[in-house]
């Protein structure tokens, strides 16, 4: 078997996690008095922005006030950025943001076949203990080999960096791993490593351009929801299991 391992992304791709982000940055910007409130529109348009912190300056950069206000609201970004991660991570230990189709299924499928598996995110860690340790358990994060996260990587995505260290730490040449996104920023950093790369767009992510993706798909499929005819006819399967996913990294070798 080619594949060495399956590297994922975590918001979108392992759950839709963008609405409890959402949320909980509006509720850590009443919590700092700010009039600030991110609609769903508005923060369609921030999320092109990755990384939180990141986020929030990019939307500050967009106020109409003076300079000292500017420099002061971004004094104030990391603080605020922490009460967030606060009110997020509360919404997700509450059990309120589920894992996608067919993502538990995979992993586990993956640790049968001892696949390796890693993590390549721009959100916090602590986001991604949270997420895992609700639905894996308390030892959520030993199923993963290497897990690259936030500012781990001085570039955050489109660039590559996290790819590439999460890559060097598996000791694995791009070509035996296959990347699992959601975004047209995740898609770009993935590709920019040189990985395989396999979509499954969310419900904010949907209209991106993904035409640089080697396959795409609407999930990852479960035996509730199975995936839909043309997918089968191309995976030769109802859902993507480890079995589809080295047949399509083989096909795209041998070509
Ligand atoms: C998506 C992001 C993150 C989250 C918010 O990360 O860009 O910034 O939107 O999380 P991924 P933080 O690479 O997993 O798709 O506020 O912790 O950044
Ligand atoms: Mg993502």
């Not at 209209?207 to 030769?236: H, M, Q, T």
């Amino acid at each position: 078997m080619t594949l060495g391992a399956l590297i994922f992304d975590v918001d979108g791709t392992l759950a839709d996690t963008e609405e409890a982000h959402r949320l909980a940055f509006n509720e850590a910007f009443r919590q700092f008095g700010l009039d600030w409130n991110w609609s769903r529109p508005t923060y369609a348009r921030l999320l092109l922005t990755t990384g939180g912190k990141e986020r929030i300056a990019a939307y500050i950069e967009t106020l109409d006030v003076s300079t000292a206000e500017r420099a002061d609201f971004k004094r104030r970004i990391d603080a605020i950025h922490a009460a967030k991660t606060e009110h997020y991570m509360r919404t997700v230990l509450a059990g309120e943001v589920p894992l996608r189709d067919g993502v538990l299924r995979l992993l586990d499928e993956a640790a049968q076949m001892r696949i390796r598996l890693g993590i390549a995110t721009t959100t916090t860690f602590a986001n991604i203990e949270a997420l895992l340790g609700t639905h894996l358990g308390p030892d959520a994060l030993d199923r993963f080999a290497v897990i690259g996260a936030g500012d781990q990587a001085k570039r955050k995505k489109p660039a590559p960096d996290i790819y590439e260290y999460v890559l060097r730490e598996l000791d694995l040449p791009p070509e035996e791993c296959v990347a699992f996104e959601d975004s047209a920023n995740g898609l770009m950093a993935a590709k920019g490593a040189r990985l395989f790369t396999i979509v499954t767009p969310s419900y904010w992510s949907s209209a991106e351009d993904f035409s640089a993706a080697d396959l795409v798909l609407p999930s990852l499929g479960s035996a509730e929801r199975p995936l839909p005819p043309a997918a089968v006819e191309l995976l030769g399967a109802s859902v993507l299991g480890i079995r589809e996913i080295d047949r399509q990294l083989n096909a795209v070798r041998e070509t």
